[in-house]
């Protein structure tokens, strides 16, 4: 394995792992007081990105010899709760932001990540790997163009990270080029998680450097210990999987928060029986949720610290760990709203996580088709499949 020229300033390894958990924690009232502006600037604040920056939270993935993390499996999942606990938005943009930042430390050329990492912190990433657009090979790389949506945190980036096939050879690759290169467009009217700044964007024809692209399903680091062994996709199972019981928890606990402030007055939900068995019911959800999500991915770490590769149940559990965790979270969401009454009505926190939970389910690794692969996968309906992406695909022939 190779590492990037020696430009990077940054010390990294196992002893951020603790200070991200704790810095992320450090970071809620910042990232509370924040919220509500950046919802409605449709992107994170200023003070925000600056205090991600600065607590290294970027570079939560990125690898240890570019002076990133290398976040294990749990305590990422612990980062992205901490987050979402104070505001959806900003744990999404950072979840995002890192897998895309710490996948292309991972698995660049050296050219690229000398240019990327260079700097005095590290690069934000941003960009949509699901939709592919098209390339064609071109001197040197390639011509690649394209148009994408869902962008979370572009607005806070200098690189984009996206997603195209090859023309020639029908590989799948993840381009990354300067975000000037890209035609952004302002287009994010939202129920919810309006301050991700999801945008569009388009590219027309760019050249792009073999050095500037990765395999997009590869499981192969450049650089970086066993944690790139996962590749992208089980990357971000670990940050939603994070987001969703993050989102979550906050409710249960403003809510909590909200009838005991009325308790002792005549007729308030602390004294009403159903509303009691509603909640006890609400956080054994969620802390089943919680068990499931955390024992599948300390296996994982298990597995991969051990030099073993994933094998499909495994990868079957993360994904259906995840799709449990998210709608879980989503009914969690809709037993707050109503015991919140109008306080849940009104603008404010808790309509706010209301709105955000149901933005976040809409994503893809939520869809219907993943249950019923992780049904088929588990019942041994589908022998011989494996996992690309999110679709349990038959072998080759």
Known sequence: ????????????????????????????????ENAAA????????APVVDALHDAGLFGMWVPAPLGGAELDPVSSLEVVQ?????????????????????????????????????????????????????AVRDDGGY????????????????????????EETGDPLIFVLPVGKADLADNWD???????????????????????????PTETPVRGGALFTLGIMHLA????????????????????????????????MADNPRFQAVYGEAEARWHAARAFVHETWRAVGATIASGAALDVEQKTMAR????????????ISVAVYRAGGTTALRSGALQQYFRDMHAGTQHVTSAPGVIEACGRSLGGLA??????????VPPKE
């Open 82 to 134: 901490a987050l979402a606990e104070a505001d959806p938005s900003a744990a999404w943009v950072t979840m995002a932001a890192a897998l895309a930042t710490g996948t292309g430390g991972a698995y660049l050329g050296d050219e690229a990540v000398a240019e990327l990492f260079g700097g005095p912190r590290f690069p934000v990433v941003a960009g949509q790997g699901t939709r592919p657009g098209r």
């Open 38 to 45: 950046g919802e409605a600037a449709g992107q994170l604040t």
């Open 320 to 331: 259906l760990a995840l799709y449990h965790a998210t709608w879980t979270a989503e009914e």
């Open 1 to 32: 394995m190779t590492t990037a020229p020696e430009t990077i300033g940054r010390t990294g390894g196992s002893d951020q792992q603790a200070d991200l958990i704790t810095a992320a924690r450090g970071l809620q009232p910042l990232l509370r």
């Open 237 to 268: 199972l670990i940050g939603h999987s994070g987001w969703a019981l993050g989102v979550s928890r906050r409710m249960l606990d403003d809510l909590a928060q909200l009838v005991r402030a009325k308790a002792g007055r005549p007729g308030t």
């Open 383 to 392: 022998p011989g499949h494996d996992w690309l992406y999110m679709n349990l």
């Open 143 to 166: 011509r690649l163009s394209g148009s994408w949506g869902f962008a979370s945190g572009i607005k806070h980036a200098s690189w984009i990270h996206t997603l195209a096939v090859v």
């Open 190 to 216: 939202v129920l919810g998680l309006a301050a991700t700044g999801s945008i569009d964007y388009t590219i027309d024809d760019v050249h792009v450097p073999a050095a500037f692209t990765h395999l997009g």
